[in-house]
């Protein structure tokens, strides 16, 4: 082997040595000291897909870097009152940038019960485009070395500089997520720097979810072990106990799917559905599936849910005569305007209004997630 080959062959096994020790590699964060200067960065836009530093903001009187992601529902709760900041403030010579830290990896999906997109830079294209952010929103998820410079603890998690790029507040927006803050730590502290006072509040505790750094994946890991390992069942249901889940007499949301073993389209689509389900299921929403399968496929049909890991409610007709009245029966009894072909999907609020129906397959998972996380809410207030 030539001298360049060893090379080329040590620094692959390096890399591959820090890609798979990376998640283990714990960091604690530490707050950026009052009157530090701001650390740089060059970091990728979700808006524009444009690289940014901080030259780019040079001409700004004031600095307002904002760590902040799209799973979070703290984040969520706040996610208004940083496009007003902007809005506010903009035109006063402040520079609002919001970067997300998290590594999208290290996020469970049972984390993920708050929204309808993930952490990675896709999803911030998506959330930036329908929230029309007018601001930067930077990646930092693959590195972190943002993050890590600014000592970011939590999302959402602001940084205030001054004219001098030094840090003049950290900490909270203002003093609470879900009610009307009475005090505003960041609009004061932007206020007296453009008056040309001291800060009054230099610093104050964050409101908001842990920042999901990179050996968190682990527990990722052990999420998904643990999930994957729970049991599957395949219940025999009737079309009147179709009828009733239709009814929907509980307070949750519910998703119900209908199926078959020898539908391919229905096959495909079952894991999104799964992981819908755990996303949402320990909040206020239930995902059912119904086989259409005769009985004597019953083994075949749990066998697949099976090694879907599809450990929600899972049903079969119970019957079915030669003329198919039963199963014409249950079609009705659970959305009256299906015709009958599969796969079929309804979501059905509490007391049994259909919100959506699809039939033939579903290409737009997002769109069901949205109904989903609208209803039953994006932040800790909800009600639901």
Request: glycine residues 4%; charged residues 30%.
């Amino acid at each position: 082997m030539t001298p360049l080959r060893v090379c080329t062959a040590l620094f692959t096994l390096l890399l591959t040595f820090v890609a798979t020790t990376r998640a283990a590699e714990k960091f604690e964060p530490v707050t950026l000291p009052i009157g530090s200067a701001a650390p740089d960065f060059k970091l990728k836009n979700a808006v524009d897909e444009k690289e940014y530093s901080l030259a780019d903001f040079k001409d700004a009187k004031v600095l307002a870097i904002i760590f902040t992601t799209n799973h979070c529902p703290t984040a969520n709760a706040y996610e208004q009152r940083i496009i007003d900041l902007h809005k506010d403030y903009s035109a006063k010579g402040v520079a609002v940038v919001a970067i997300n830290p998290n590594d999208p990896q290290a996020v469970r999906l049972d984390e993920l019960g708050y929204t309808d997109v993930t952490d990675d830079f896709d999803s911030m294209k998506l959330r930036a485009k329908e929230h029309q952010y007018a601001f930067p929103y930077l990646y930092d998820g693959d590195t972190q070395t943002t993050a890590k410079a600014y000592g970011c603890q939590a999302t959402p998690h602001v940084f205030i500089f001054d004219a001098d790029r030094k840090l003049r507040y950290t900490g909270a927006i203002d003093e609470t997520d879900i009610n009307v803050p009475k005090k505003h730590y960041v609009r004061d502290a932007i206020d007296a720097l453009l008056a040309g006072k001291p800060v009054a509040t230099e610093k104050t505790k964050v409101i908001g979810c842990s920042t999901k750094w990179s050996y968190k994946r682990d527990d990722v890991k052990a999420y998904y072990a643990k999930v994957d390992a729970e049991p599957v069942e395949l219940a025999e249901i009737d079309a009147a106990g179709i009828k009733a889940l239709a009814k929907n007499d509980t307070d949750k949301i519910r998703v119900i799917n209908v199926w078959a073993t020898y539908c391919i389209p229905c096959v495909a689509e079952l894991p999104e559905f799964v992981t819908m389900n755990r996303m949402y299921r320990k909040r206020d929403f239930e995902f059912i599936t119904i086989t259409m399968d005769d009985l004597k496929r019953k083994d075949k049909a749990l066998k697949q849910l099976q090694e879907l890991h599809a450990s929600g409610k899972n049903y079969i007709l119970k019957t079915a005569d030669e003329e198919g009245s039963d199963r014409d029966a249950a079609m009705t009894g659970l959305d009256e305007k299906w015709e009958g072909p599969l796969p079929h999907t309804v979501i059905i609020a509490p007391g049994g209004k259909i919100l959506y129906r699809n039939t033939g397959g579903i290409s737009n998972f997002l769109e069901l997630k949205r109904i989903v996380v609208d209803h039953i809410g994006r932040t800790y207030a909800s009600k639901k």
